[in-house]
Structure formats: C-alpha cells, structure tokens
C-alpha cells in the first residue's frame, strides 16, 4: 500500500511532536508503542501500529539515554517499523529489523546536534551571568526547533518520499534474507528484556517475574486482559505494603521522639 502527502505531512507532524517530547523526555509519548500506534493511526490500520509497536517496544526496553550517551532513536525505529510493514508487507519482526538503520540515521543527527549545540553555550554563559533569563529561553526555544524541524523532515523523506525506494528494496530482497531479518526481529525482544533485567533484576522482583513468566508461557488466554489485571493486582499489593511500611516508620519514629522528650534528651 502507498502513503498519500497527506498522510506523508500527518506523520512528519506527529514526529515533531514525540521528537520534541523525546527531546525534553515530558510525557513519554516517544516510546515506539506509543508512536507506531499513532503511525497506524495516520495510515488507516491501527492493529498493524500496535502490532509493530509492540515488538519495538520490547526491543528498545533498555535502552534509555544516560548522561551524554545516546541510544538508537525510538520515534524513528517506531514510526518506520510501521510503515515498512504498511507500504511492503513484511511481517512485524521483520519490518522492525529493517526500520534499525533508520534509528541508527536519527541517532547520529542528534549526536551531531549536540556537537553543534556547543556553538550557542557561550552566549548562555553570557545571559547566565547577566541574569538574562529571555535570551536563555530563546537559545532553549531556537535548538528544541531546530531539533523539531529536522524530525519533521526526516520522518517525512523517509516515510513518503523513499516509500517506492523502500518497497523496491524489499521486494528484489532474497527470500533467505527476508527470513533471517524476521529471525532478527524476533531475537530483538528478548535483547531488550535481558538489558532491562540487567539493570532491573533484584531479588525482591523474582517472585513477580516467576508468576509473570508461568502466566504468559503455560496458561492460555484469548487476550491479554487476564495478564493485564494480574499485573495490577500485584502492583496494588506491592503499593499497599510499601504504605504500611511506610506508616509504620512513621509510627516508629514518633515513638521515639516521645521516649526521647520523656527521658529528657
């Protein structure tokens, strides 16, 4: 199937949007679930976004940007992952694998904004120490725009102008090639989760991941609600235990600043 401009011009605006939140890290709508689904959404099929969506999101689980480091972009692997899969047909794991090249494309056009983003410090060190508060908001306003801007550009050049480029690539692709990119796409996932787990894994969350890993592997469901509301279930008790902990200190604490007055200290 082929994107229209309008369709083209819908997806470079929404890139702006979850680009700039990316930029910021405010709401989190940069995430590729969030963001193939709204991809699908423009395109006409939102089961394909959230299919997509789905297996992005478990491949880029763990990574998150830290310090100066920069991971692959998330709202390009998002919204491309979606469009291979609308404009040639590959299946989900498949369209996610071939969308990397183009997060690793929007990664390195951040890095090399914050190569050229020095360029403006001098004149915030400036406004710093001058108390200009308005020239600071404007050098803030002009990098988050530039950033924008390009997010806009790419998505759309990517999306809408290469989309026959794309779908010729896809198509003249060996059909070994094409399974071992759905071979890729599949393994993905479980990448993500172990990055995740390295940094998450503690032993008071083995339990969960035990119960977790019982539900999603030997109990069969027509959807995933039941998993859904067992989640919840065990993160409302793990809330109201930390609640009582927490008043417990609380009790503790007044204790002995009431056995501290009365023995005069």
């Not at 480091?69 to 919204?79: E, R």
């Not at 369209?95 to 990664?107: E, H, I, N, R, V």
């Not at 410090?121 to 050098?139: F, L, Q, W």
Request: glycine share 10%.
């Amino acid at each position: 199937m082929e994107i229209s401009l309008a369709q083209g011009i819908g997806l470079a605006i929404m890139a702006i949007i979850v680009g700039v939140d990316f930029w910021l890290e405010g709401f989190f709508i940069f995430r590729p679930i969030i963001v193939s689904t709204l991809t699908g959404l423009i395109l006409g099929d939102v089961q394909l976004g959230l299919l997509t969506g789905g297996i992005t999101e478990l491949a880029f689980a763990g990574l998150t940007p830290a310090g100066g480091t920069q991971p692959p972009n998330p709202v390009l692997a998002g919204v491309m992952a979606t469009v291979i899969a609308y404009t040639t047909g590959s299946q989900a794991s498949a369209a996610m694998a071939l969308a990397l090249p183009f997060s690793f494309l929007m990664q390195y056009v951040i890095l090399f904004c914050y190569s050229c983003f020095s360029l403006f410090m001098k004149g915030a060190d400036e406004a710093a120490e001058n108390a200009d508060t308005s020239k600071i908001v404007r050098i803030c306003i002009t990098c988050t725009g530039i950033v924008a801007l390009l997010y806009g550009v790419i998505v759309f050049l990517c999306a809408f102008v290469a989309q026959d480029a794309m779908k010729t690539f896809v198509e003249i692709l060996p059909a070994w090639l094409t399974h071992g990119f759905e071979v890729a796409g599949g393994i993905l996932p479980a990448v993500g989760f172990a990055m995740l787990l390295k940094v998450m894994l503690k032993m008071e969350y083995v339990p969960f991941l035990l119960i977790g890993f019982v539900i999603a592997c030997f109990l069969s469901f027509s959807n995933l609600l039941p998993i859904a509301v067992v989640g919840a279930a065990l993160a409302l008790f793990v809330y109201t235990q930390d609640q009582e902990r927490a008043k417990l200190s609380a009790l503790i604490k007044q204790n002995k600043v009431e056995e501290d007055e009365e023995d005069g200290i």
